[in-house]
């Protein structure tokens, strides 16, 4: 799969999010983005899990070959069914999306695309089973499902604290949420917006301030 933009705010919007010394789940790590950009800017132990083979050697190849390899730590397996070795701090998925849509012809593509093999209702019950009383998670999801996500999170006493909107320009509808949640009592959830590139295309200043530290030409 190629590394989209949306999956970079992800690992780009965190980091600072964690508190050192923590322990990291990816579920569904694919081929490694997510842990290593949290590595970059954090000195945590992170852990990742995924179930597609290929996808698999190429995120043991990845998390081998840069200076944070110490503290990475790949499994392959089903996260429903995995018994991990701990419980985490916190926990971040950048899930299959498109539950209900038209599934693609090829397979590893439908697996990484579509939540017919690991449902939001499945992925809920993984990080409520693997997360520490005092954690929290972050996940991705297309905007137009946040809201049944939100349902499904308080089913399992979890609370919204932070939500990221994010639009690809101000001529677009929001077509991604970035959500933050903990198992404390939250009132309110503090609420961000995000424009990737401005009407003549170019990146607005707040989408450079998140990814520079990532990006090589930004």
């Not at 970079?8 to 923590?22: R, T």
């Not at 852990?47 to 392959?76: C, K, M, P």
Request: net charge negative.
């Amino acid at each position: 799969m190629k590394v989209c933009t949306d999956a970079c705010i992800l690992g780009a919007w965190f980091p600072d999010k964690i508190p050192q010394n923590s322990t990291i789940l990816d579920i569904g790590a694919g081929t490694g983005l997510l842990m290593m950009m949290l590595a970059q800017r954090s000195q945590n132990e992170i852990h990742g899990i995924e179930i597609d083979g290929a996808a698999y050697q190429q995120l043991q190849e990845n998390t081998s070959q840069n200076d944070w390899q110490q503290r990475l730590t790949v499994f392959q397996g089903d996260a429903r069914t995995f018994q991990f070795p701990q419980k985490y701090d916190f926990i971040i998925s950048n899930p299959p999306f498109f539950e209900s849509d038209l599934l693609s012809a090829n397979d590893r593509e439908q697996i990484a695309k579509h939540s017919t093999f690991l449902t939001l209702e499945e992925l809920i019950k993984v990080i409520d089973d693997n997360l520490q009383p005092h954690g929290s998670f972050g996940i991705l999801l297309p905007y137009h499902r946040w809201e049944y996500f939100d349902q499904l999170a308080n089913q399992y006493r979890f609370s919204l604290i932070e939500r990221l909107v994010v639009k690809q320009s101000p001529r677009h509808a929001p077509f991604r949420a970035i959500l933050q949640y903990t198992r404390s009592n939250a009132d309110f959830a503090t609420t961000h917006d995000l424009t990737i590139q401005q009407i003549d295309r170019v990146y607005t200043p707040e989408f450079v301030k998140l990814l520079k530290e990532y990006y090589l030409y930004l």
